[in-house]
């Protein structure tokens, strides 16, 4: 586990939990509102399975606060990369909940995905976000660096 202090409380990074599934749905539904996007039922049913099925290879982390609330998520998994000899670690899904950013969740929680990718030798970890999510990258920026790469979808 990791724990970050901060001045309003402590928070504490842990894998996810069965137990933790109605306050993950509200974190989730919080990300997915904030890209402004709509799953059906079935697909968020089916990540939050595979999140705590240990067989699967989507894996997820809590950010919990002193009475174990849940307070910020992050989902991650690994891919083989033409360009390395090893797995590259992709961080699909960061999400704090409002009244909880700047207690340092997300950033235990990014701490928490690259102590996971070096455990599995994972020599790269990466992450997209919305070019004008200006408060998560002022984090991110601390963390990581930006590439110059542009993203494109079918």
Not at 14 to 24: F, G, H, I, K, T
Not at 63 to 74: F, Q
Request: aromatic letters at 14%.
């Amino acid at each position: 586990m990791i724990t970050a202090a901060s001045a309003l409380s402590s928070v504490t990074v842990r894998e996810l939990r069965s137990a933790d599934q109605p306050q993950w749905r509200q974190l989730w539904d919080g990300y997915l509102h904030f890209y402004h996007c709509d799953l059906p039922e079935a697909v968020t049913a089916f990540t939050w399975q595979r999140l705590i099925d240990p067989s699967e290879p989507l894996f997820g982390f809590a950010a919990v606060n002193n009475a174990d609330d849940v307070i910020g998520i992050v989902h991650y998994h690994f891919h083989l990369s033409t360009w390395a000899l090893t797995s590259y670690c992709y961080l699909e899904d960061l999400f704090v909940a409002t009244e909880s950013r700047g207690t340092g969740a997300g950033r235990a929680l990014i701490r928490a995905v690259y102590r996971a990718a070096d455990e599995r030798g994972a020599t790269r970890v990466y992450w997209n976000t919305e070019n004008d999510n200006e408060r998560a990258q002022a984090l991110y920026g601390k963390l990581a660096t930006l590439t110059p790469f542009v993203q494109y979808r079918r």
